[in-house]
């Protein structure tokens, strides 16, 4: 059966059409910012420090501490935390924005801590882009001129900037407002522009650094749905940084939660809520309504003798939410199935416990 669709698709699982090798892998990575920061990461006890520790002993912070996670191609992969947690420092660190202590940040085969100046000029112009929270559009410029911008400084002919400048504005929903000035619009339009430019060069991956966090809460939304619909046309690859757990949640194919500079969990929305790490990730995930974002994967139950097998049939991964009538309809219970394969069932027994378990404030 196939599940009801949403109005915006909600993000879910790594992306399957990966070959398996990741665009980013990042290894051992540390930012120590202080006196002779780079003795920290090679020293076992400073390792062993807290972050109060550390400052007391050697007058350093270390913002980001020997994190590893990969990306994959096409893959949407948060960074959340509270504020002071590293995140924005880590995504600074993945395009040398900010300098990484120690460490590996290996793209698309090269390691980016070895490149010289000019090639990561290229990088950053070829490869990466970037979405602030802060516009940082060029005010006396209209907005086919700021999407263009970047264009430019690669030295495109005018003609083909404008070209692919108009097919981006088209792309992000700014069609008509190609010679309108950055102050002639809302914050939500002005974020667009953004993400045109961003796209215009066609990068491989782009970063986003809490490009929401100040629009109001409407067009925050329109911006996260915006998001998922762009991800959906053009299937680039995107890290993304938030300190807003349903943010995360509704952009994230795998979401890497950090605290005071380390890593906590990483892994798909419902594994975090389904299998919280450790007494700070169920805490953050406390009051997310459980069927939501668990899916039938979770709450199956395996196949015993006198199990009636002739109900519909759901995949794994269809959210609990979106299966909840079909289940309470069936005459028997739903087959679980993958790949020809039964997995196990789910019946009113197993859905009605969610939804207890979330009126109950699991």
Request: glycine share 10%; proline share 5%; hydrophobic share 40%.
């Given at each position: ?36 920061a ?7 006890e ?14 350093n ?18 960074v ?27 793209f698309e ?21 970037m ?23 690669r ?14 504005v088209?792309l ?23 993400l ?12 986003f ?18 998001v ?62 459980r ?6 994967r979770w709450?199956?139950?395996?196949v ?15 959210v ?9 309809v ?5 087959k ?5 394969k039964?997995?196990g ?18």
């Amino acid at each position: 059966m196939t599940p009801i669709q949403t109005e915006v698709p909600q993000r879910s699982g790594t992306p399957q059409d990966s070959d398996g090798t990741p665009v980013i892998s990042v290894r051992k990575l540390w930012k120590v910012f202080g006196p002779r920061a780079e003795q920290v990461p090679e020293s076992e006890e400073l390792c062993g420090l807290s972050r109060r520790e550390l400052m007391d002993r050697t007058g350093n912070t270390a913002a980001v501490r020997d994190v590893n996670f990969e990306v994959s191609p096409g893959e949407v992969f948060v960074v959340m935390g509270l504020s002071g947690s590293g995140k924005s420092t880590l995504v600074r660190c993945l395009t040398r924005l900010i300098e990484p202590t120690a460490g590996e940040i290996v793209f698309e085969g090269e390691d980016i801590r070895d490149a010289d100046a000019g090639r990561l000029r290229e990088l950053r112009r070829r490869k990466f882009s970037m979405v602030f929270q802060h516009f940082g559009l060029l005010p006396h410029r209209r907005v086919v001129d700021n999407v263009a911008f970047g264009l430019e400084i690669r030295g495109l002919g005018k003609t083909e900037r404008s070209r692919r400048a108009m097919e981006v504005v088209e792309l992000v929903g700014l069609a008509g407002y190609e010679q309108s000035y950055p102050d002639e619009l809302s914050g939500g339009m002005q974020q667009r522009v953004g993400l045109a430019r961003a796209l215009a060069g066609d990068p491989d991956v782009m970063f986003f650094d809490e490009p929401f966090s100040a629009l109001d809460p409407l067009i925050r939304r329109d911006m996260q749905n915006e998001v998922i619909r762009l991800h959906h046309e053009v299937g680039k690859t995107m890290v993304f940084i938030t300190h807003d757990l349903s943010e995360a949640l509704k952009l994230g194919d795998r979401i890497l939660i950090m605290r005071d500079g380390q890593m906590v969990q990483c892994g798909t929305g419902d594994e975090l809520v389904g299998a919280p790490a450790d007494d700070y990730v169920r805490e953050f995930v406390k009051d997310v309504p459980r069927g939501d974002v668990l899916t039938l994967r979770w709450i199956m139950r395996p196949v015993e003798d006198g199990d009636e097998l002739d109900g519909p049939e759901m995949g794994p991964d269809v959210v609990v939410k979106e299966a909840t009538r079909a289940v309470l309809v069936a005459d028997k219970p739903v087959k679980v199935v993958e790949g020809g394969k039964l997995l196990g069932i789910v019946g009113d027994e197993e859905i009605l416990a969610v939804v207890a378990g979330q009126e109950g404030g699991m």
